[in-house]
């Protein structure tokens, strides 16, 4: 975990300067909010490792064994039945492909995520709020030694705390098989 007051490289603005200097952990702990930076705006950034599959037709799921968390990515543009706003909030996902000429290549997916419930873009305490708009892309690249990379570039607006949108890129090789999973609860630390 970064020491408190370290959030360098994040566009925050005062009042998120403000709430992240405020943080600590031990309230988080006691409040049953272990969970705030495992939020979809910060959880691809925790170092762990995914497992995707279909969970149906139109529904990407990714598991994490950091927080033990479940991201869903809806290929329908609409939620179906109440939703309550949570840590992964909903997300609608649809495939880019570049035009141009010559053979299609494998697109991106570009992944809209809403209704969010607030959290920490870091474990210490950089706060996301509950008006964040998290878009996400996820390319697959082949190396040239044969490895698979999945390549994931967040982009993280948020007009209550940041001061413009906060962007990263996380990479992740792809593994031969489930060796090495192994699902942990989220921490607060």
């Not at 566009?11 to 992240?20: C, K, Y």
């Not at 141009?100 to 991106?108: A, C, K, L, Y």
Request: proline residues 7%; charged residues 20%; contains cysteine.
């Amino acid at each position: 975990t970064p020491p408190k007051g370290a959030f360098g490289g994040v566009p925050l603005n005062t009042e998120g300067r403000r709430v992240a200097n405020a943080w600590d952990s031990a309230k988080d702990e006691a409040e049953g909010q272990q969970c705030r930076s495992y939020g979809a705006a910060a959880l691809m950034r925790v170092p762990g490792r995914l497992h995707i599959t279909w969970e149906n037709e139109t529904t990407l799921r990714i598991d994490t064994d950091a927080g033990t968390q479940t991201r869903l990515f809806h290929f329908v543009n609409r939620i179906q039945g109440d939703f309550t706003a949570n840590w992964q909030g909903f997300s609608t996902a649809e495939w880019e492909f570049a035009g141009g000429r010559g053979p299609s290549h494998n697109g991106d997916l570009k992944v809209v995520t809403t209704l969010l419930r607030p959290g920490y873009l870091r474990k210490n305490g950089v706060p996301y709020s509950a008006n964040t708009v998290l878009t996400e892309y996820y390319d697959i690249i082949p190396a040239p030694n044969g490895d698979t990379w999945l390549v994931v570039t967040t982009e993280v607006r948020d007009p209550q705390y940041l001061t413009m949108p906060f962007i990263t890129s996380t990479h992740f090789k792809k593994l031969p098989d489930a060796a090495g999973w192994d699902p942990q609860p989220c921490t607060a630390k």
